[in-house]
């Protein structure tokens, strides 16, 4: 994958977080539905915290050659 690809796929769970943050804002979301939205918004993140350190990974190695 390429690191322009990566910056958008890393953006984009950013921004899907962001979003599910702001349903989660809303004073008329039910609790099912409060519990399903703070479920994707966390595997939004840990996939978003996936790729940093996929990106952390590849930086060290590159650095240490």
Do not use: H, R, W
């Not at 399903?36 to 990106?55: C, F, H, P, R, S």
Request: negative net charge; glycine residues 2%; hydrophobic residues 35%.
């Amino acid at each position: 994958m390429s690191k322009e690809n990566e910056k958008l796929i890393f953006e984009d769970k950013i921004l899907e977080a962001k979003q599910l943050l702001e349903k989660l804002s809303n004073p008329q979301i039910t609790l099912s539905d409060s519990i399903e939205v703070y479920k994707n918004g966390i595997k939004e993140l840990e996939e978003a915290q996936k790729l940093l350190d996929e990106a952390k990974l590849i930086f060290t190695v590159q650095e240490k050659n």
